[in-house]
């Protein structure tokens, strides 16, 4: 836990959330700014800076967490289309360095962004 980051304050509760699911482990939550119909953030309860911190601190967090992106995305509906991104630096459009996952869908990403 670390005091002055906010994904931190949504875990324990001082913030609200729109919660989607939550496990021992990993919390599920709408973005603020939805960049798709479907934005949905899987967030580790741990206090990691990255999602390459996270491996490194504990496989079993990061299993779950990907296990949790599963049931966001059956649950949300875009189990068969959906992107996962993992910011990691400033540089790379990170901007709350507590790891966490990005579920994006409801939209054809064949023709959006960097041709990935
Ligand atoms: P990143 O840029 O990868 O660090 O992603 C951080 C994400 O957190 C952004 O997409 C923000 O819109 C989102 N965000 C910031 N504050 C909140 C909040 N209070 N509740 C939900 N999402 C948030
Ligand atoms: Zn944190």
């Not at 960049?35 to 990061?62: K, M, W, Y």
């Not at 949300?76 to 709350?96: E, K």
């Amino acid at each position: 836990m670390s005091e002055d980051c906010l994904f931190c304050r949504i875990v324990s509760g001082a913030l609200p959330t729109d919660l989607l699911a939550e496990s021992e482990r990993s919390i599920a939550f709408r973005d603020i700014s939805p960049q798709a119909p479907v934005h949905v953030l899987v967030v580790p309860r741990r206090h990691e800076p990255n999602i390459g911190a996270l491996a490194a601190a504990s496989s079993d967090d990061l299993a779950d967490l990907f296990a949790m992106v599963s049931q966001v995305a059956q649950a949300q509906g875009v189990a068969q289309n959906h992107r996962l991104v993992f910011n990691t630096g400033a540089g790379a459009g990170q901007t709350i360095f507590h790891a966490h996952a990005h579920v994006l869908g409801g939209v054809d990403f064949s023709d959006h962004g960097l041709g990935l």
